[in-house]
């Protein structure tokens, strides 16, 4: 016969809509569900208490379920600083469920524990939000849990003859566990509608024995006066509604049927949520589930759950009211209970007799008419007309014993001439599992040594400690060891109460004094290794207070280390000694506690991993979690990538900021000649006012006035000259930062002795190479300035002939990479590298030979430092200050990433302390008086319909196809810029893209043109930007058509110099410029027009085309028309760059300087 409850347990109940899922089958993506039953007989009670606790305050994450090989691993967070990882593998068992086959943690225990309990509670709770979102409905938390002890099967009393020996046996024979089990809950939300009350009843139930049928339960009726012999009266409780005559009725309630839906009932939400939470705690700690008990009754006596206490009080809150089966019955609920045996003797000669007394709330009870619950409770009763049952929980848990002494109706008898085999034999065992007095103290007992919790401390070598725990008892004059735990087919009787007190006792004190190793005695364990500090703190602090315990011995084994915590202050000092490296010191620290030397390496590598405590060779040990230490170590980190030391930690001469603060954290500094030589001057920079900075003067030869700023910079160039400090010049486009680079070397060339002849290499665009050469010939004529035009290949001439007697050698990008060899075999003054966004890829072969040439001087020039990333602006520093930040991925850790995301707003401040000697940047701002007044405008154009209709067939075809990639964009970079690219040229003319549609005109040429008519008829200048040069070509075959004259200029121009003085000198009136190639380098005040045709995301690159001609020597108002096809990509580009644009100035104090990179968000909204 198939039982009214299901036996299997999840907890607590699952009130589902029938049919929801077909076979009980879950998606394949839920993690496993897993029965309470079979967690808590993994891990243990105490241990699957906690892991509720972990399991509901969210520290399990990272929860990952593979159905393949049935594993389930988590992280769960404890009280190490790193999150533990659990792994369970998992088999399938019945009606959809799994069960644990194996389970394994990094925690100190190692497996079977509280992390592997909370991963699996975790992980119910998963598969229940699975079934919500599949429209399933859930009413209770997956993160309660209930015991598993096993019902006690119906005692009958024993005859009335029986001997006292035979009771006695009874009494102290072989104990059975019984286990309570803790169970929570908590109930779904649910609106509070006038609905029909519940009520719990009351009845005693007369339960006759079993039949021989051994599948038919036991059955039962209410009782009566008359009880049938050999019954049992237990006590039952079931739901019932109100009747029709003002009565308590059952109608169709049954405990099967509360834990679901009944339709044809209006139940009070909260009270039938109660009963179904009370049915599914009754289930789960029972498994009497199979002997076809009367589905309308629950029997308290089976309640083994200590919970039903807490239900109860509930019940009162929920106004479920607690009735019996007529109005006359009272149900009263009491506050504590007690059994125990009474001892009294007439006289020393007479029989020792024993009485079972129960009290309730200290009022005496008949043992004879009472049961127990569970073995957490009591209740009483008394058939009468006017019956009352009164229920109240124990204070500890009811023994076997004592629930056996309330079935004992008859005076337990021990004879005067047994009396001293009692006391002898059978008192000792009796007292540890039962309360014996004598109240009128008639009775003297014997005093009985209780039971000492031995622990056995055993040191061994390297730091290791082994605990073991055992009972050591005295009894008759004799010592007996017994394991710290019962175990199966252990006949000895134990002191249960006394050692649970003193277990709880010793448990308190590790739990609290054993920081370092509290996952290992959240629950005391035969036997504990330790090793490295926790064996220390144990030793040092734990064993001690244990020491002061009563009940509790220590037996040490071994020799005792003299463990020693330092709890002083540390005191901190740092020094640099040069190193066989040019730019860099090795690092020493020096750390003292208590006049003690902390190696320096084992306490760095113990910062780095998040150690709370350290422990020396010496054994003393001390805590980390110190402000010295923290700013200690992120120092540190700055100063050097831990996996690049070789040697030990080193500081670079151009991290004089960090170096100083080295020097506010230390209590002492010591400086090598040299650093403080490099540092000194180096901390003169580290001011935002340029002109405390020594002025140098001017070099005669330079024929240029400059301006004020010009000179600042110019003394600021001319003080990192004399330190040897490399720098990066970042002045905005057209504040003439040639003019000052050619004042620089002009002063190192009058101020070096006359053997020294090494010449300055300039590396620029070879765009830019002509204009170098110009400038220089303009503002230093004085200076012999060579220009290298080919390879040596190619002019059939060695660098070092063509290179001899010069002060400065100009020369591209392209030829210093291609030739590097040559320019490496040459001794040069200082490298300058113009344009120097050019060489930003740090994985480029510009980028490697610009780092590697050997100079004493390098210089950087740039009017964007920045393009794309914060790591544009680490590569530049690497080339001419490489020891400022030497780690690309330290970097990317300590200020790309966190900037980015946003989360560590305080960063750009440091950033910019630590950059800020050896960058300089100006903006156009400073000279905004000099300058005339710049005017932009945005053209909207509205595409012709074929245009259009043709653009919007092309976007939903990339658009489709685009969403699908961008999701990887590292995999798919190439094909979504491509796809990008696509609809930027259809928004310009289709033809770009076919030729086919060549008939379709391009609406943003007729624009321009319309434009362009009136400016030139006004005798105005006008530069024409593009991106595309096949756009480019498109307008200037148009200006050919109707006669406009015109220069162009692209990558593949060859006679630049000749094109640009065409625009210059007033030939052309119309400069067309591939924005690559002519965005940088070129003075082209002459135009006061300028035209954007195609906008793209990134604000630099149009503002530096844009100050080709709005910079000094601009003599008229500039005009600028951004171009955008309305309805198409380039309205989502200009909307992008205003967002990009938000981050230009964040590094150096609201200046225009860089963009971050595409995202996949920034795609994502080009397409929308």
Known sequence: MRAEFPARVLFPVRMEEPGRWENGRMPSDAPPLVDVDDIVHLVGPASFQRARGYARGGAVSDIDWEVSSGTLTSKVKGHSPRPYRSRIVLAPAADGFHRPVSSACSCPVSGDCKHVAATLLESNATHMQHRERDGVRRTSELRTAAGLAEAPQPTEAPPAEASWKTTMTALTAKKTASTARPFGTSADTAAKLPRTPLALQFELREQTPRTADRWRGPTAKAATSNAEPGAVYRLGVRPVIPGSSGNWVRANITWNSITHQINQLALNADQHRWFAEFAALYRATTRDVYTGQDADWILL????????????????????????????????????????????????????RFETVLTLDGDRFPADAAGAIGNHGVYTFEITPETIYTLAPSASSLTDEQRRLLKQSSELVVPAGDVDEFLTEFFPKLRRSVEVT?????????????????????FRAKNVLRLSWDWEYFEAGTYSRLPLHATAGDDELRDVAMEQSTIEQAERVLRSAAEASADLFEQLQPTTTLQGLPAAEFTAKVLPELEALRGLRIEVNGSRPDYQELTEAPQLSIKTVESNQRDWFDLGVIVTIEGRDVPFGPLFKALARGQKKLLLVDNSYLSLDQPA???????????????????????????????????????????????????????????PDLSTIESTPLPPSIRADMRPYQREGFNWLAFLWKHQLGGILADDMGLGKTLQTLALISHAVEQRDASDTRPFLVVAPTSVVSNWLAEAEHFAPGLDVRGITATEQKSGRRLRGLVAGADVVVTSYALFRLDFEAY?????AGLILDEAQFVKNSSSKAHEAARDLNAPFKLAITGTPMENSLTDLWSLFGIVAPGLFPSARKFAENYVRPIGRGDRPELMAKLRRRIRPLMMRRSKDIVAKDLPAKQEQ??????????????????????????????????????????????????????????KYSDISS????????????????????????????????????MDDLGIEYTYLDGSTLRRPEVIKKFKDGTAPVFLISLKAGGFGLNLTEADYVFLLDPWWNPATEAQAVDRTHRIGQTKSVMVYRMVARGTIEEKVMVLKAQKAKLFSQVMDDDALFSSALTEDDIRGLLE
Not at 439 to 452: G, K, L, Q, R, Y
């Open 1003 to 1038: 609406s943003k040429l007729d624009a321009l043109f319309e434009q362009l008519e009136p400016i030139i008829a006004e005798g105005h200048r006008t530069l024409v930007f593009s991106q595309f040069t096949s756009f480019l070509k498109k307008a200037a075959s148009r």
């Open 938 to 995: 945005e053209l909207r154009i509205d595409l012709s319909p074929a245009h259009k209709n043709l653009y919007d067939t092309f976007l939903q075809r990339e658009r489709q196809k685009l969403l699908g990639l961008i999701g990887d964009m590292d995999k798919n970079r190439f094909v979504v810029f491509r796809s990008l690219t696509l609809l930027r040229m259809l928004s310009l003319d289709p033809s770009l893209v076919d030729e």
């Open 824 to 828: 490496q075999d040459e001794d040069w």
């Open 438 to 458: 004598s109240t009128n103290e008639s009775v003297d007992f014997p005093e009985m040594a209780p039971p000492v919790l031995v622990l056995t401390a055993a």
């Open 629 to 687: 230490f923290a700013e200690l170590h992120r120092l540190i980190n700055e100063a050097s990538a831990l996996q690049e030391w070789e040697t030990g930690p080193r500081i670079s001469r151009y991290q004089a900021t960090l170096w100083a603060e080295f020097e506010d954290l230390a209590d002492e500094t010591e400086q090598a000649q040299s650093w403080r030589a490099a540092v000194t001057g180096l901390m003169a920079l580290d001011t």
């Open 301 to 352: 006596d089976d309640f083994h759950s200590p919970l039903l206490w807490a239900l109860l009080r509930d019940a009162t809150k929920l106004g479920i009211e607690l009735v019996g089966n007529k109005k006359s019955v009272t149900v009263r609920i009491g506050g504590n209970a007690n059994v125990s045996l009474d001892a009294t003797r007439d006289d020393p000669s007479a029989d020792l």
